[in-house]
T-cell receptor, first 116, second 113 residues
Framework: DVKVTQSSRYLVKRTGEKVFLECVQDMDHENMFWYRQDPGLGLRLIYFSYDVKMKEKGDIPEGYSVSREKKERFSLILESASTNQTSMYLC???????????????FGPGTRLTVT | GEDVEQSLFLSVREGDSSVINCTYTDSSSTYLYWYKQEPGAGLQLLTYIFSNMDMKQDQRLTVLLNKKDKHLSLRIADTQTGDSAIYFCAERGTTDSWGKFQFGAGTQVVVTP
């Protein structure tokens, strides 16, 4: 079974703190993604990575950065946490998709981050 | 840009059929997906449909695709309390080569006894 794990299920941080969210996958997937999930807004893509040390901005990258030093690990960094970054953060991974084929993103359980 | 829309809430009685609807705007969408999120968990793929199909059935799940109207639906037959979850519609278009999805806001399904 594909497994995507996230370092914490719940996290409480103070405004201005630097926050690291870690994600690890065990299926040798090329792609990894970070989303945030907010009620009524669904999943919004923050950043994704298609290879080690490679990253691309998603739809809402402001206030976030990422790091991918090893293929299995993708970190999301909040340089200076703010209250509007209180959210559920979901990590996902997938193989690099063949052009004309369905494929699946596999999700971790999520980290609920509260910034006070 | 691409947009995927769903209604936010659906209440259904146990044993009845549930129908969750989704509309999308990207005419280049090739694959459309339904994911399920149970409380406190990540998303799990339920099923997907290729854009050249109009129906797909998998046990209690039936997916209908109306490509002309860009409308996708998920029907759950004989809905059970374990079907209470958030259901996300997602699409992947041909313009995206990275494998990115565009997700809807999710439909909260509550199954009542």
């Amino acid at each position: 079974d594909v497994k995507v794990t996230q370092s914490s299920r719940y996290l409480v941080k103070r405004t201005g703190e630097k926050v690291f969210l870690e994600c690890v996958q065990d299926m040798d997937h090329e792609n990894m993604f970070w989303y945030r999930q907010d009620p009524g807004l669904g999943l919004r893509l923050i950043y994704f990575s298609y290879d080690v040390k490679m990253k691309e901005k998603g739809d809402i990258p402001e206030g976030y950065s990422v790091s991918r030093e090893k293929k299995e690990r993708f970190s999301l960094i909040l340089e200076s946490a703010s209250t509007n970054q209180t959210s559920m953060y979901l990590c996902a991974s997938s193989h690099y998709p063949p052009e004309a084929s369905a494929y699946e993103q596999y999700f971790g359980p999520g980290t609920r981050l509260t910034v006070t | 840009g691409e947009d995927v829309e769903q209604s936010l809430f659906l209440s259904v009685r146990e044993g009845d059929s549930s129908v969750i609807n989704c509309t999308y705007t990207d005419s280049s969408s090739t694959y459309l997906y339904w994911y399920k999120q149970e409380p406190g968990a990540g998303l799990q793929l339920l099923t997907y449909i290729f854009s050249n199909m109009d129906m797909k059935q998998d046990q209690r799940l039936t997916v209908l695709l109306n490509k002309k109207d860009k409308h996708l639906s998920l029907r759950i037959a004989d809905t059970q309390t374990g079907d209470s979850a958030i259901y996300f519609c997602a699409e992947r278009g041909t313009t995206d080569s990275w494998g990115k999805f565009q997700f809807g806001a999710g439909t909260q399904v509550v199954v009542t006894p």
